[in-house]
């Protein structure tokens, strides 16, 4: 694969916990993202990063942070954690001057109960 | 804003059949397009892609796709489904410059009867 891990690939957590998702890449991306998959839905942009340090809002980023401190890892955090959050993430990344798209990490599913 | 429409939630297609699943787009300027397919559990991966030139593009597994600006669509093709195509399919459109933050369609799930 492109060199792009997540970690966990499963996680439950109790509402109103704090829950962090990691990203990590090996390829040196600039661009990094975290999308949330939910049926009837598709995937939806929560957070993106194009740059240390450079971080911005998607269309559905209520409830979600993120952190990137250095190239290879973009972090999600839940704040606290609810019901509503339950989904699958994942993460992409992409390189400016490239037309590949995206290459997707495989997913974490998170269960909120 | 850009936008992505996947108008079949499910389809199933025979074992040989030829299949072909739908995507029309909304952007104001050229697009760039892209097909993933997802197996179960499993991450996206990048069937085609659209940038500029020729409008039939080529891409793994027998797939093809058709890029037609005067319909704002998109079309995946296969002249002829495998079992093991069985999956997800979803649609995204992009900008046309180095930072892609692409928008997805609901996708559309390929059912494939013996």
């Known amino acids: 694969d492109a060199g792009i891990t997540q970690s966990p690939r499963h996680k439950v957590t109790e509402t109103g916990t704090p829950v962090t998702l990691r990203c990590h890449q090996t390829?040196?991306?600039?661009?990094m993202y975290w999308y949330r998959q939910d049926p009837g839905h598709g995937l939806r942009l929560i957070h993106y990063?194009?740059?240390?340090?450079?971080?911005d809002k998607g269309e559905v980023s209520d409830g979600y942070s993120v952190s990137r401190s250095k190239t290879e890892d973009f972090l999600l955090t839940l704040e606290s954690a609810t019901s509503s959050q339950t989904s699958v993430y994942f993460c992409?990344?992409?390189?400016?001057?490239?037309?590949?798209?995206?290459?997707f990490g495989s997913g974490t599913r998170l269960t909120v109960v | 804003a850009q936008s992505v429409t996947q108008p079949d939630i499910h389809i199933t297609v025979s074992e040989g059949a030829s299949l072909e699943l739908r995507c029309n787009y909304s952007?104001?300027?050229?697009?760039?397009l892209f097909w993933y397919v997802q197996s179960p559990g499993q991450g996206l991966q990048l069937l085609l892609k659209?940038?500029?030139?020729?409008?039939l593009v080529q891409g793994i597994k027998g797939f093809e796709a058709e890029f037609k600006r005067s319909q704002s669509s998109f079309n995946l093709r296969k002249p002829s489904v495998h079992w093991s195509d069985a999956a997800e399919y979803f649609c995204a459109v992009g900008a046309n410059t180095g930072f892609q933050k692409l928008v997805f369609g609901t996708g559309t799930r390929l059912l494939v009867s013996p």
């Open positions: 390829e040196n991306h600039r661009y």
């Open positions: 659209y940038f500029s030139g020729d409008t």
């Open positions: 990063s194009y740059g240390v340090k450079d971080t």
């Open positions: 992409a990344i992409s390189d400016p001057g490239t037309t590949g798209g995206y290459t």
């Open positions: 952007y104001g300027a050229t697009p760039y």
